[in-house]
């Protein structure tokens, strides 16, 4: 299934799409931020600097000064530095397939399944490190596939965009699988709330556990129901 992203014409976007469009869309964090287009929102609300984005590098930072009209300054070394680009490899005699790294990926670069081997397809991989830290084997590696060049210079137009869209896709993806999970777990409810209700009890204990029972569903479908409102509140 291809990726696609919608672009708006450009007198139809924000500032926010703006410098979105100007962000090398790895989907590191390195910025400080989940993901690029929450920091493209915070530098145009002033609430964080432009030059807190290492795979951007120097070129990056010019390119989203002279949209804000600002001069160009260095790369926050606290966000870390401008590097060649890397790519995640894994030492498939170590990976255990725990899953854990496909889990992390943020444009779905690494093909594998519960206890088989994974791998990356290293066209996709942005360079992000995400995978590293959550590998309980340390079976992943950050290789440099672009020597001499950096930021930009290692990454093309091109492959933003393919990232960004693979990350787009894959954050739907999950959305849409845990509203699916969800409606699954609270029909559950509801059939075992039915279940409970259909019981006849004679004792007062065996009320009594009716009752608890009864009690313990209906906060769980409650709770369920909190939860669903807030999201759909989130999402507006």
Aim: overall charge neutral; some cysteine.
């Amino acid at each position: 299934m291809p990726y696609t992203t919608a672009v708006s014409p450009p007198s139809q976007k924000s500032l926010a799409d703006q410098l979105e469009d100007l962000l090398p869309q790895t989907q590191c964090t390195k910025c400080g931020y989940p993901a690029c287009r929450p920091y493209a929102e915070a530098i145009a609300d002033g609430s964080a600097n432009y030059n807190q984005c290492p795979p951007g590098g120097i070129e990056g930072v010019a390119r989203m000064a002279k949209l804000l009209g600002k001069p160009v300054i260095p790369i926050n070394p606290v966000n870390g530095h401008e590097r060649p680009r890397p790519v995640a490899v894994i030492d498939e005699s170590l990976c255990i397939g725990c899953t854990l790294c496909i889990q992390a990926c943020p444009v779905d670069a690494i093909v594998g399944a519960a206890k088989q081997m994974h791998t990356i397809v290293n066209d996709l991989c942005t360079g992000c490190d995400l995978c590293v830290a959550p590998c309980p084997v340390d079976c992943i590696a950050m290789v440099d596939v672009t020597p001499g060049r950096t930021g930009w210079d290692a990454w093309s137009q091109a492959q933003a965009d393919d990232a960004r869209a693979r990350h787009d896709f894959r954050t739907q993806r999950l959305k849409r699988e845990k509203e699916e999970n969800d409606a699954r777990l609270a029909a559950k409810a509801a059939s075992k709330l039915q279940a409970v209700q259909a019981e006849t009890p004679i004792s007062e204990e065996e009320k009594a556990e009716q009752a608890r029972k009864k009690a313990i569903i209906q906060a769980a479908i409650e709770r369920a129901r909190l939860k669903k409102e807030q999201a759909e509140k989130d999402a507006k």
